[in-house]
Nanobody, 120 residues
Framework: VQLQASGGGLVQTGGSLRLSCAAS????????MGWYRQAPGKQRELVAL???????NYADSVKGRFTISRDNAKNTAYLQMNSLKPEDTAVYYC???????????????WGQGTQVTVSS
């Protein structure tokens, strides 16, 4: 199983970016999918989480600016980031709890990071 993150880049303050996280390989079902970020010198933190049924949870710092969504048919999660601020600069990682095959237990996977840089 692989998680492929894409969509990062350099944007000015107030701009927007859309990140994608596509899961591939042997997948029976994906449960929660999430986005985390890690800025230089800081710990990795949760940005947004979405359950299989679409319930969402956001870090206070991104509420009202970021939107997480998913397409279960495509095994893909998205993070729409609007009104970006310099403090959003970080490497963004996608994460998924998934069952690779029945009746295996749920396993947790990380994608490679994608850099988001917001210039002031």
């Amino acid at each position: 199983v692989q998680l492929q993150a894409s969509g990062g880049g350099l944007v000015q303050t107030g701009g927007s970016l859309r990140l994608s996280c596509a899961a591939s390989g042997r997948i029976f079902r994906i449960n929660d999918m999430g986005w985390y970020r890690q800025a230089p010198g800081k710990q990795r933190e949760l940005v947004a989480l979405i359950t299989r049924t679409g319930s969402t949870n956001y870090a206070d710092s991104v509420k009202g600016r970021f939107t997480i969504s998913r397409d279960n048919a495509k095994n893909t999660a998205y993070l729409q980031m609007n009104s970006l601020k310099p403090e959003d600069t970080a490497v963004y990682y996608c994460n998924a709890d998934l069952i690779p095959y029945a009746p295996a237990a749920t396993q947790n996977y990380w994608g490679q990071g994608t850099q988001v840089t917001v210039s002031s």
